[in-house]
């Protein structure tokens, strides 16, 4: 079976006659089809270039016209402009085209009006059509793969929610984002609505009302952790700033990797005024769940029938696993209830030094366990980590339960007003959290966090150092030679003027007994006399 292809101009005479002919040839031949393809004139060429560098032709006028063995794989032969198309259809078919000059000015006139017509009709079809933008940074990574279909299916922003797609990396990973923006496309879901690739972070920003960070910042094995902290907070810093520029003022940020997320985290706070300091958060939902998925397997259910589990502090360096407060749902145990009934956990597990021991270096290993059995970095169970926070975020949580999540204090549990620092919270009301406010802390607990404070405060000293304290005053006195010289005659002077009163002072004092002698003899002289 052939189809025929005929593509030109709106406004082409010669494309409204070779229409003609093919519209002919489709009322009188069963088994003939016909495709037209219009272009306006300012896209004509750019398009005519384009078809023929893919297919291998020449050809540099309007209409042209090939044939598609649509029962052979489709594969194209160029038959060439009207004139060739004509020569074809009486050489075959045996029919010819009978338009003359001013028919076919009439028809490319109102071609070129009804190609009108139908741009603006789908311009208008798009503006009612208002997909919200989603960036992705790091595009390449292998976690940005994972989570893409759970976006574009619709499970991360709403059933009803189109998404425009902006896909960054830097400059030598294009290529590879050209083939995944391809990849993506043929995922074919329809609230999918746009997909683009850039190296640009401003146009990567513009317009976003969700952004994820998958920028990892490995540190290298002659950097230290001081400068490789630095080199987190100039990267995420330079990207707060371009947000603050381009991105909706209600963008929702979320970091995520495995480098110091809650200070990276509060220096793009610092450095997007414009953003309310809410809407950046750090990702510990990986973390949290990897802690389940441990309490799970311990306890023989299903890892999402453990919640409530909260991780405290900081997210990739100094946290606490808190499991306390733990529930545990479908539990195999002597008392049964329905899906919504559930048990404490620590109570089922009971074993203190199996919590307190080897749960937390279970935790601590499991990651590093993943990352040697496949032989590279986990990326679905943190694009699931992802996509499950986002999801909550901009829908709302299920009702009752608590996740972690890094945001920026206002001095809950004694966390000083301004530190990013993990803490339980809910997301109830749809694009809101909110920390859980009333739980009691043990003095175990206080000591932990406490901890976990300091780590963090540790790392924001090394970007703002605190000040030193100034060094003791000594007063210092410059004295001329000339007057230490008058000041030691005079010292001397003194001296000696003291020594000879002390002499006098002596030479008139006598010894008492002499004293008494004295006032004896005097005594006699007077009685004799």
Same mark, same amino acid.
């Given at each position: 079976?052939?189809?025929?292809?005929?593509?030109?101009?709106?406004?082409?005479?010669?494309?409204?006659?070779? /229409?003609?002919?093919?519209?002919?040839?489709?009322?009188?031949?069963?088994?003939?089809?016909?495709?037209?393809?219009?272009?306006?004139?300012?896209?004509? *060429?750019?398009?005519?270039?384009?078809?023929?560098?893919?297919?291998?032709?020449?050809?540099?006028?309007?209409?042209?016209?090939?044939?598609?063995?649509?029962?052979?794989?489709?594969?194209?032969?160029? &038959?060439?402009?009207?004139?060739?198309? !004509? /020569?074809?259809?009486?050489?075959?078919?045996?029919?010819?085209?009978?338009?003359?000059?001013?028919?076919?000015?009439?028809?490319?006139?109102? =071609?070129?009006?009804?190609?009108?017509? &139908?741009?603006? /009709?789908?311009?208008?079809?798009?503006?009612?059509?208002?997909?919200?933008?989603?960036?992705?940074?790091?595009?390449?990574?292998?976690?940005?793969?994972?989570?893409?279909?759970?976006?574009?299916?619709?499970?991360?922003?709403?059933?009803?929610?189109?998404?425009?797609?902006? @896909? @960054?990396?830097?400059?030598?990973?294009?290529?590879?984002?050209?083939?995944?923006?391809?990849?993506?496309?043929?995922?074919?879901?329809?609230?999918?609505?746009?997909?683009?690739?850039?190296?640009?972070?401003?146009?990567?920003?513009? =317009?976003?009302?969700?952004?994820?960070?998958?920028?990892?910042?490995?540190?290298?094995?002659?950097?230290?952790?001081?400068?490789?902290?630095?080199?987190?907070?100039?990267?995420?810093?330079?990207?707060?700033?371009?947000?603050?520029?381009?991105?909706?003022?209600?963008?929702?940020?979320?970091?995520?990797?495995?480098?110091?997320?809650?200070?990276?985290?509060?220096?793009?706070?610092?450095?997007?005024?414009?953003?309310?300091?809410?809407?950046?958060?750090? @990702?510990?939902?990986?973390?949290?769940?990897?802690?389940?998925?441990?309490?799970?397997?311990?306890?023989?259910?299903?890892?999402?029938?453990?919640?409530?589990?909260?991780?405290?502090? =900081?997210?990739?360096? *100094?946290?606490?696993?808190?499991? +306390?407060?733990?529930?545990?749902?479908?539990?195999?145990?002597?008392?049964?209830?329905?899906?919504?009934?559930?048990?404490?956990?620590?109570?089922?597990?009971?074993?203190?030094?199996?919590?307190?021991?080897?749960?937390?270096?279970?935790?601590?290993?499991?990651?590093?366990?993943?990352?040697?059995?496949?032989?590279?970095?986990?990326?679905?169970? +943190?694009?699931?980590?992802?996509?499950?926070? @986002?999801?909550?975020?901009?829908?709302?949580?299920?009702?009752? !339960?608590?996740?972690?999540? +890094?945001?920026?204090?206002?001095?809950?549990?004694?966390?000083?007003?301004?530190?990013?620092?993990?803490?339980?919270?809910?997301?109830?009301?749809?694009?809101?959290?909110?920390?859980?406010?009333?739980?009691?802390?043990?003095?175990?607990?206080?000591?932990?966090?406490? +901890?976990?404070?300091?780590?963090?405060?540790?790392?924001?000293?090394?970007?703002?150092?605190?000040?030193?304290?100034?060094?003791?005053?000594?007063?210092?006195?410059?004295?001329?030679?000339?007057?230490?010289?008058?000041?030691?005659?005079?010292?001397?002077?003194?001296?000696?003027?003291?020594?000879?009163?002390?002499?006098?002072?002596?030479?008139?004092?006598?010894?008492?007994?002499?004293?008494?002698?004295?006032?004896?003899?005097?005594?006699?002289?007077?009685?004799?006399?």
């Amino acid at each position: 079976m052939a189809k025929i292809v005929i593509a030109g101009k709106s406004e082409c005479p010669y494309y409204a006659r070779a /229409e003609l002919l093919g519209d002919k040839l489709a009322r009188n031949l069963p088994n003939f089809q016909l495709h037209k393809i219009v272009q306006q004139p300012d896209d004509w *060429e750019k398009w005519l270039k384009n078809t023929c560098n893919e297919r291998g032709w020449q050809h540099m006028k309007s209409p042209i016209v090939w044939r598609e063995l649509v029962d052979r794989g489709g594969k194209g032969v160029l &038959i060439g402009g009207a004139n060739e198309f !004509q /020569e074809y259809a009486f050489g075959y078919y045996g029919i010819q085209s009978d338009q003359v000059s001013n028919d076919m000015n009439l028809i490319s006139k109102e =071609n070129k009006q009804y190609k009108v017509d &139908i741009v603006k /009709e789908e311009a208008e079809f798009k503006a009612r059509s208002s997909p919200i933008h989603v960036c992705i940074t790091c595009a390449t990574s292998p976690v940005c793969y994972a989570i893409i279909n759970s976006i574009g299916q619709g499970d991360v922003f709403g059933k009803h929610t189109e998404i425009a797609l902006h @896909l @960054l990396d830097t400059n030598d990973k294009l290529e590879e984002l050209e083939g995944l923006k391809m990849e993506a496309e043929d995922l074919a879901h329809g609230l999918l609505r746009e997909v683009s690739v850039t190296s640009d972070t401003k146009d990567a920003f513009k =317009n976003c009302s969700a952004i994820v960070l998958l920028d990892d910042l490995i540190q290298n094995p002659e950097e230290d952790k001081s400068a490789w902290i630095k080199r987190n907070s100039s990267h995420f810093s330079a990207y707060a700033k371009v947000i603050n520029d381009a991105a909706l003022k209600n963008v929702k940020v979320l970091h995520t990797g495995n480098g110091p997320v809650n200070m990276n985290t509060y220096m793009m706070i610092q450095n997007a005024p414009n953003i309310p300091r809410q809407n950046f958060v750090g @990702l510990s939902r990986r973390i949290e769940n990897n802690a389940k998925a441990v309490v799970a397997e311990r306890l023989k259910v299903n890892t999402s029938g453990v919640v409530d589990l909260i991780v405290w502090g =900081n997210v990739n360096g *100094e946290h606490y696993v808190d499991l +306390a407060r733990s529930r545990v749902h479908g539990y195999d145990g002597a008392i049964w209830g329905p899906p919504s009934f559930s048990l404490p956990a620590p109570e089922m597990v009971w074993d203190k030094p199996w919590m307190d021991k080897d749960y937390i270096e279970l935790v601590k290993t499991r990651h590093e366990k993943m990352t040697e059995n496949l032989k590279h970095t986990p990326s679905m169970s +943190a694009g699931g980590a992802i996509t499950s926070m @986002l999801e909550h975020w901009w829908n709302g949580s299920p009702a009752g !339960q608590m996740f972690s999540l +890094a945001v920026c204090s206002e001095g809950w549990y004694n966390i000083p007003d301004g530190i990013v620092f993990s803490f339980p919270v809910t997301m109830v009301s749809k694009g809101y959290w909110n920390v859980v406010q009333d739980i009691e802390l043990s003095e175990e607990m206080k000591t932990a966090i406490s +901890a976990t404070l300091q780590d963090i405060q540790s790392e924001k000293d090394v970007l703002f150092p605190p000040p030193t304290p100034p060094p003791t005053e000594s007063k210092v006195t410059i004295i001329d030679p000339k007057d230490e010289e008058q000041q030691q005659e005079k010292t001397e002077k003194s001296e000696s003027s003291e020594g000879e009163k002390q002499d006098d002072s002596e030479g008139e004092k006598t010894d008492p007994k002499l004293d008494t002698i004295m006032e004896e003899k005097t005594g006699s002289t007077t009685e004799s006399a």
